[in-house]
C-alpha cells in the first residue's frame, strides 16, 4: 500500500502540475500583455512554465517509484519471518526432545556439559546459538556413561539431526538480517527522494505562486501556492480548501 505522505505528495503535485499546462496560456497571455504595457516586449515564459510541469512531474514519478520498491521490499520481509519462525519451531522441538533423552540416559548432569545450561530459548537467535553450541559437544565427545547398561544412544546420528535444524534455522535467520538490510537501502533511497521532492516542489509552486500574481490571477495562485507547515504541499491541498 502506498504511503499516504507520497500520496499526499502526488495530489498536490498533481495540481501544481495541472495549473500550470491548463492555465499556462493564460497565464502566458496575461503576463505578455502586461510586461508590452509596461517594457513594450512581449514577455514569452512558455518554456518556463513548461520546464516547471515536467521538472515536477519526473520528480514525483521518482517518489511514487521509490515508494513503491520500498512497500515491495517489504512484503517479502513477513514471509522470512514465517520460514524463520517455522525453523525455529522444529529445531525447539528436537532440542527439547534430546534434552529429555539424554537426561534420562545419562543423567541430569549431562545438561550442562552439553551446553543445554538453563531453559531452552524460543528466541530464534539464541535457539539457533544454543542448538550450535549442543552439536558442537555431542561431536566432541566426554560424555559420561549411561545410568543403565541395558540403554545406548547413536550421538553422531543425533548430532547430524539437530545440525540439520540448526543449519535451516541459521540459514533463516540469514535471510531476515538479509530482508532487513535491503528493507534499509529502499527506505534510504525513498527518504531521499522525498527530501529531492519537497525542495522541487517548493520551487516549482512557489515559481508559479509568483507568476500567477504578477499576471493579476490570484486565484489561479492560491491553488498552487506551496504550504508553510506541510512540505511538499499546496495550501490549498493541505487546508481541505
Given at each position: 500500500?502506498?504511503?499516504?505522505?507520497?500520496?499526499?505528495?502526488?495530489?498536490?503535485?498533481?495540481?501544481?502540475?495541472?495549473?500550470?499546462?491548463?492555465?499556462?496560456?493564460?497565464?502566458?497571455?496575461?503576463?505578455?500583455?502586461?510586461?508590452?504595457?509596461?517594457?513594450?516586449?512581449?514577455?514569452?515564459?512558455?518554456?518556463?512554465?513548461?520546464?516547471?510541469?515536467?521538472?515536477?512531474?519526473?520528480?514525483?514519478?521518482?517518489?511514487?517509484?521509490?515508494?513503491?520498491?520500498?512497500?515491495?521490499?517489504?512484503?517479502?520481509?513477513?514471509?522470512?519471518?514465517?520460514?524463520?519462525?517455522?525453523?525455529?519451531?522444529?529445531?525447539?522441538?528436537?532440542?527439547?526432545?534430546?534434552?529429555?533423552?539424554?537426561?534420562?540416559?545419562?543423567?541430569?548432569?549431562?545438561?550442562?556439559?552439553?551446553?543445554?545450561?538453563?531453559?531452552?530459548?524460543?528466541?530464534?537467535?539464541?535457539?539457533?546459538?544454543?542448538?550450535?553450541?549442543?552439536?558442537?559437544?555431542?561431536?566432541?565427545?566426554?560424555?559420561?556413561?549411561?545410568?543403565?547398561?541395558?540403554?545406548?544412544?547413536?550421538?553422531?546420528?543425533?548430532?547430524?539431526?539437530?545440525?540439520?535444524?540448526?543449519?535451516?534455522?541459521?540459514?533463516?535467520?540469514?535471510?531476515?538480517?538479509?530482508?532487513?538490510?535491503?528493507?534499509?537501502?529502499?527506505?534510504?533511497?525513498?527518504?531521499?527522494?522525498?527530501?529531492?521532492?519537497?525542495?522541487?516542489?517548493?520551487?516549482?509552486?512557489?515559481?508559479?505562486?509568483?507568476?500567477?500574481?504578477?499576471?493579476?490571477?490570484?486565484?489561479?495562485?492560491?491553488?498552487?501556492?506551496?504550504?508553510?507547515?506541510?512540505?511538499?504541499?499546496?495550501?490549498?491541498?493541505?487546508t481541505g480548501e
Amino acid at each position: 500500500m502506498a504511503s499516504k505522505m507520497v500520496t499526499d505528495r502526488q495530489k498536490s503535485s498533481a495540481s501544481v502540475v495541472q495549473a500550470a499546462t491548463l492555465q499556462g496560456a493564460v497565464l502566458g497571455a496575461a503576463l505578455a500583455e502586461r510586461s508590452v504595457a509596461e517594457t513594450g516586449v512581449a514577455l514569452d515564459v512558455s518554456g518556463l512554465v513548461n520546464f516547471l510541469a515536467t521538472t515536477l512531474e519526473a520528480s514525483t514519478m521518482a517518489l511514487i517509484n521509490a515508494d513503491e520498491a520500498h512497500e515491495q521490499e517489504l512484503a517479502d520481509d513477513p514471509g522470512a519471518r514465517d520460514a524463520r519462525d517455522e525453523a525455529a519451531r522444529a529445531l525447539y522441538d528436537d532440542v527439547v526432545s534430546a534434552r529429555s533423552m539424554l537426561t534420562a540416559i545419562f543423567g541430569d548432569g549431562v545438561v550442562d556439559t552439553l551446553g543445554f545450561f538453563g531453559s531452552t530459548s524460543r528466541d530464534p537467535v539464541v535457539l539457533a546459538r544454543q542448538g550450535r553450541s549442543v552439536v558442537s559437544r555431542l561431536r566432541a565427545g566426554g560424555l559420561p556413561a549411561p545410568r543403565s547398561t541395558l540403554v545406548s544412544l547413536d550421538t553422531t546420528s543425533l548430532a547430524d539431526q539437530l545440525d540439520a535444524k540448526v543449519t535451516t534455522l541459521e540459514e533463516r535467520l540469514a535471510d531476515v538480517a538479509r530482508e532487513g538490510r535491503e528493507a534499509q537501502l529502499t527506505l534510504t533511497e525513498k527518504q531521499r527522494a522525498l527530501t529531492e521532492h519537497d525542495v522541487i516542489f517548493s520551487g516549482v509552486a512557489t515559481t508559479l505562486t509568483g507568476l500567477f500574481t504578477l499576471a493579476g490571477l490570484p486565484e489561479l495562485a492560491a491553488r498552487v501556492r506551496p504550504s508553510r507547515r506541510h512540505a511538499g504541499r499546496t495550501e490549498a491541498e493541505a487546508t481541505g480548501e
